[in-house]
């Protein structure tokens, strides 16, 4: 898995609207991500993380880092999943998942996309000047661009 750049997500939140919406944030996120999981919830975890991901999406399952019993699986959500349905998960995990393909995106596309995260923002009650400044910094469009392809689309 690329290892030069990465973000460290920690463990996901168990009130399931939290969970769905900081994975729904990280569907087109590019660099590896690192998740915290305890045994008991893993095989949900990596249901949840198959259909925000896909199945295909690659990762490392790393349990009881530096300790006696310390294991590495290298595989697939999918491979994961059903390999933990069968295999009872023990110890603590570390996952390790691959971040989403890099795709050509043309600057309308970009635009649109990042538009859709500034609106969710605002739904969730930020500014829209605060929205479009995170979003921007974010996804890595020009703030100014945002602001009107925002402003022009609005309904």
Request: glycine residues 6%.
């Amino acid at each position: 898995l690329e290892t030069g750049r990465f973000t460290f997500e920690g463990f996901l939140s168990v009130n399931k609207k939290s969970r769905s919406e900081h994975l729904d944030s990280l569907k087109n996120e590019h660099r590896t991500m690192i998740f915290y999981e305890a045994p008991h919830k893993l095989c949900a975890t990596l249901r949840d993380l198959a259909a925000a991901f896909g199945e295909e999406r690659r990762l490392s399952l790393s349990r009881e880092l530096t300790k006696l019993h310390e294991q590495t699986l290298r595989m697939t959500l999918g491979e994961a999943m059903r390999y933990f349905d069968e295999n009872a998960p023990r110890g603590e995990f570390v996952l390790i998942v691959e971040g989403a393909p890099e795709t050509e995106q043309s600057g309308e596309e970009r635009l649109a996309a990042a538009a859709e995260a500034v609106r969710r923002r605002i739904e969730q009650g930020q500014t829209q000047k605060d929205a479009v400044k995170a979003v921007s910094a974010e996804v890595g469009v020009k703030k100014n661009a945002l602001y009107r392809y925002v402003l022009d689309h609005e309904e």
